[in-house]
């Protein structure tokens, strides 16, 4: 197996108020529903997914190693339904 080698993780982190989607491939994606937290933001459920996220819970993908090969299996694309305005704060660790 070839050894890992170093290279650089970007990581964003963004507030918002409407839905959004985070492409395939990154290593961390975490999604927390703050509702009214956010200035304008609602306290009501969004949708990670076709997962349920109700106001103060939240939603982790990580990577995951596999050994056998030496590389990490990356996140799917992930997909969230915001209609009514929650107040959403959501950070990716990737590529």
Known sequence: TTPATAGTLSIETYEVLTGFSVAAGKYMVHIKNVGSLIE????????????????????IVEAQFDPANNKFLTTPAITVTN??????WYRVKGS
């Open 40 to 59: 304008g933001g609602l306290d009501v459920d969004i949708d990670v997914n076709g997962d349920t996220v109700p106001p103060g819970q939240e939603y």
């Open 83 to 88: 209609a009514s305005g929650a107040g959403v």
